[in-house]
Protein backbone atom coordinates (compact mmCIF):
# COMPACT_ATOMS: atom_id res chain seq x y z
CA UNK A 1 0.00 0.00 0.00
CA UNK A 2 1.45 2.99 -1.25
CA UNK A 3 1.45 6.71 -0.14
CA UNK A 4 2.23 9.96 -1.42
CA UNK A 5 4.86 11.84 0.06
CA UNK A 6 4.88 15.97 -1.36
CA UNK A 7 8.18 17.26 0.69
CA UNK A 8 12.11 17.04 0.43
CA UNK A 9 13.46 15.37 3.36
CA UNK A 10 16.83 15.97 2.09
CA UNK A 11 17.58 19.26 4.83
CA UNK A 12 15.83 17.00 7.39
CA UNK A 13 18.63 14.27 7.26
CA UNK A 14 21.25 16.30 7.05
CA UNK A 15 20.20 17.91 10.40
CA UNK A 16 19.00 15.01 11.86
CA UNK A 17 22.40 12.95 10.65
CA UNK A 18 24.63 16.55 12.27
CA UNK A 19 22.53 16.03 15.95
CA UNK A 20 22.45 11.90 16.13
CA UNK A 21 26.61 11.83 15.87
CA UNK A 22 26.46 13.71 18.99
CA UNK A 23 23.43 12.26 20.48
CA UNK A 24 23.07 8.94 19.57
CA UNK A 25 18.93 9.01 18.91
CA UNK A 26 19.51 6.34 16.35
CA UNK A 27 22.51 3.52 16.20
CA UNK A 28 25.08 4.50 13.17
CA UNK A 29 23.86 1.35 11.95
CA UNK A 30 20.09 2.13 11.31
CA UNK A 31 21.73 5.90 9.46
CA UNK A 32 21.65 3.56 6.44
CA UNK A 33 18.07 3.14 6.61
CA UNK A 34 16.84 6.78 8.08
CA UNK A 35 14.50 6.99 5.12
CA UNK A 36 12.88 3.02 5.06
CA UNK A 37 12.76 2.59 8.68
CA UNK A 38 12.18 5.57 9.88
CA UNK A 39 11.22 8.88 7.41
CA UNK A 40 9.12 6.93 5.31
CA UNK A 41 7.37 4.76 7.85
CA UNK A 42 6.71 7.99 10.31
CA UNK A 43 4.79 8.95 6.90
CA UNK A 44 2.75 6.05 6.41
CA UNK A 45 -0.03 7.84 9.36
CA UNK A 46 -1.09 9.16 5.77
CA UNK A 47 -2.87 5.83 4.91
CA UNK A 48 -4.61 6.39 7.91
CA UNK A 49 -5.53 9.91 6.92
CA UNK A 50 -6.71 9.45 3.31
CA UNK A 51 -8.77 6.84 4.33
CA UNK A 52 -10.13 8.19 7.34
CA UNK A 53 -9.83 12.24 6.81
CA UNK A 54 -9.69 13.11 10.54
CA UNK A 55 -9.88 16.33 12.28
CA UNK A 56 -6.66 16.94 11.81
CA UNK A 57 -5.90 20.07 14.05
CA UNK A 58 -3.73 18.43 17.16
CA UNK A 59 -1.26 15.49 17.41
CA UNK A 60 0.94 14.38 20.28
CA UNK A 61 3.20 11.86 20.01
CA UNK A 62 4.07 9.76 23.14
CA UNK A 63 7.47 8.49 23.43
CA UNK A 64 8.92 10.14 20.03
CA UNK A 65 12.66 9.65 21.06
CA UNK A 66 14.38 11.30 18.27
CA UNK A 67 11.39 12.71 16.82
CA UNK A 68 9.34 9.85 14.87
CA UNK A 69 7.09 9.94 13.89
CA UNK A 70 6.55 13.71 14.81
CA UNK A 71 9.04 15.54 13.04
CA UNK A 72 8.85 14.22 9.74
CA UNK A 73 4.34 13.92 10.29
CA UNK A 74 5.08 17.95 11.44
CA UNK A 75 6.98 18.96 8.05
CA UNK A 76 4.66 16.81 5.64
CA UNK A 77 1.87 17.78 6.81
CA UNK A 78 2.15 21.24 7.82
CA UNK A 79 -1.92 22.28 8.73
CA UNK A 80 -1.22 19.92 11.58
CA UNK A 81 -0.08 21.14 14.93
CA UNK A 82 2.19 18.26 16.46
CA UNK A 83 3.27 17.77 19.79
CA UNK A 84 6.61 15.59 20.24
CA UNK A 85 6.63 14.21 24.11
CA UNK A 86 9.09 12.17 25.29
CA UNK A 87 10.56 12.43 29.33
CA UNK A 88 14.87 12.30 27.86
CA UNK A 89 16.04 15.99 27.88
CA UNK A 90 18.70 15.17 25.51
CA UNK A 91 16.04 14.01 22.63
CA UNK A 92 13.43 17.10 23.38
CA UNK A 93 16.99 19.36 23.14
CA UNK A 94 17.63 17.78 19.93
CA UNK A 95 14.08 17.56 18.29
CA UNK A 96 14.43 21.60 19.55
CA UNK A 97 17.63 21.77 17.69
CA UNK A 98 16.15 20.49 14.38
CA UNK A 99 12.80 22.59 14.52
CA UNK A 100 15.07 25.79 15.04
CA UNK A 101 17.60 24.50 11.72
CA UNK A 102 14.35 24.09 9.40
CA UNK A 103 12.17 26.52 10.91
CA UNK A 104 9.18 23.65 11.13
CA UNK A 105 6.72 26.31 12.87
CA UNK A 106 3.97 23.55 13.92
CA UNK A 107 6.06 21.71 15.99
CA UNK A 108 6.23 22.28 19.74
CA UNK A 109 7.92 19.75 22.22
CA UNK A 110 7.28 18.79 25.76
CA UNK A 111 9.63 17.43 28.22
CA UNK A 112 7.60 15.21 30.49
CA UNK A 113 6.11 11.49 30.84
CA UNK A 114 2.49 11.37 29.39
CA UNK A 115 1.02 10.69 32.81
CA UNK A 116 1.80 14.04 34.31
CA UNK A 117 -0.10 16.10 31.46
CA UNK A 118 -3.08 16.66 33.04
CA UNK A 119 -4.52 19.94 30.85
CA UNK A 120 -4.43 18.81 27.49
CA UNK A 121 -6.20 16.87 24.99
CA UNK A 122 -5.64 16.11 21.56
CA UNK A 123 -7.21 15.03 18.27
CA UNK A 124 -4.78 12.35 17.33
CA UNK A 125 -1.96 10.79 19.40
CA UNK A 126 0.69 8.72 17.86
CA UNK A 127 3.44 6.35 19.63
CA UNK A 128 5.82 4.40 17.30
CA UNK A 129 8.53 1.82 19.27
CA UNK A 130 7.14 2.94 22.82
CA UNK A 131 5.75 -0.26 24.44
CA UNK A 132 2.89 -2.91 24.02
CA UNK A 133 -0.95 -1.36 23.51
CA UNK A 134 -2.04 -2.57 26.98
CA UNK A 135 0.36 -0.15 28.43
CA UNK A 136 0.01 2.44 25.84
CA UNK A 137 -3.94 2.34 26.36
CA UNK A 138 -3.75 3.77 30.14
CA UNK A 139 -1.34 6.70 28.57
CA UNK A 140 -3.57 7.41 25.79
CA UNK A 141 -7.10 7.58 26.60
CA UNK A 142 -7.10 10.65 29.21
CA UNK A 143 -5.13 12.65 26.56
CA UNK A 144 -8.11 11.71 24.11
CA UNK A 145 -10.88 13.76 23.10
CA UNK A 146 -13.96 12.51 22.54
CA UNK A 147 -13.93 10.89 19.06
CA UNK A 148 -10.36 10.89 18.54
CA UNK A 149 -8.11 8.49 17.23
CA UNK A 150 -5.08 6.88 18.74
CA UNK A 151 -2.80 5.41 16.00
CA UNK A 152 -0.14 2.83 17.43
CA UNK A 153 2.53 1.99 14.72
CA UNK A 154 2.93 -1.77 15.16
CA UNK A 155 4.94 -5.18 13.81
CA UNK A 156 3.18 -8.18 12.97
CA UNK A 157 2.82 -8.93 16.46
CA UNK A 158 -0.14 -6.23 16.97
CA UNK A 159 -2.80 -9.00 16.92
CA UNK A 160 -1.47 -10.26 20.27
CA UNK A 161 -0.88 -7.20 21.75
CA UNK A 162 -4.45 -5.80 20.89
CA UNK A 163 -5.94 -9.60 22.10
CA UNK A 164 -3.51 -8.83 25.23
CA UNK A 165 -5.28 -5.28 25.54
CA UNK A 166 -8.97 -6.30 24.89
CA UNK A 167 -10.15 -5.49 28.39
CA UNK A 168 -8.22 -2.68 29.02
CA UNK A 169 -9.21 -0.96 25.85
CA UNK A 170 -12.84 -1.18 26.49
CA UNK A 171 -12.64 0.11 30.52
CA UNK A 172 -10.38 3.12 28.77
CA UNK A 173 -13.26 3.89 26.09
CA UNK A 174 -11.02 2.78 23.19
CA UNK A 175 -12.61 0.56 20.36
CA UNK A 176 -10.27 -0.84 17.85
CA UNK A 177 -11.52 0.54 14.32
CA UNK A 178 -8.72 -0.68 12.12
CA UNK A 179 -5.32 -2.30 11.08
CA UNK A 180 -3.87 -0.63 8.40
CA UNK A 181 -1.20 -2.91 6.49
CA UNK A 182 2.01 -1.58 4.43
CA UNK A 183 5.55 -2.56 3.82
CA UNK A 184 8.76 -0.31 4.17
CA UNK A 185 10.93 -0.30 1.00
CA UNK A 186 13.36 -2.22 1.82
CA UNK A 187 14.93 -5.21 -0.39
CA UNK A 188 13.18 -7.44 2.41
CA UNK A 189 9.70 -8.01 3.08
CA UNK A 190 9.11 -5.63 6.31
CA UNK A 191 5.56 -5.55 7.21
CA UNK A 192 4.01 -2.87 9.47
CA UNK A 193 0.82 -2.40 10.96
CA UNK A 194 -1.24 1.11 11.62
CA UNK A 195 -3.36 0.31 14.64
CA UNK A 196 -6.26 2.31 15.03
CA UNK A 197 -8.38 3.04 18.13
CA UNK A 198 -10.68 5.91 18.63
CA UNK A 199 -12.27 7.34 21.64
CA UNK A 200 -15.78 6.27 22.06
CA UNK A 201 -16.55 7.73 25.53
Given at each position: ?42 LSIKLFFEKYS ?39 NAIENIKQELS ?98
Amino acid sequence: MNFKINSDFTGFKKVFLAQNAVLNLISKNEEKFLWEKHIYDSLSIKLFFEKYSPKKTTLLDIGTGGGFPAVPVAIECPDINVCALDSIKKKINAIENIKQELSINNLTTICDRAENIKDKKFDIITSRAVATVDKLVKYVSPLLKKEGYFVAYKSRLADKELEDAKILMKKSGLKLIDIIEYTLPLDEVYERKLVILQKVI
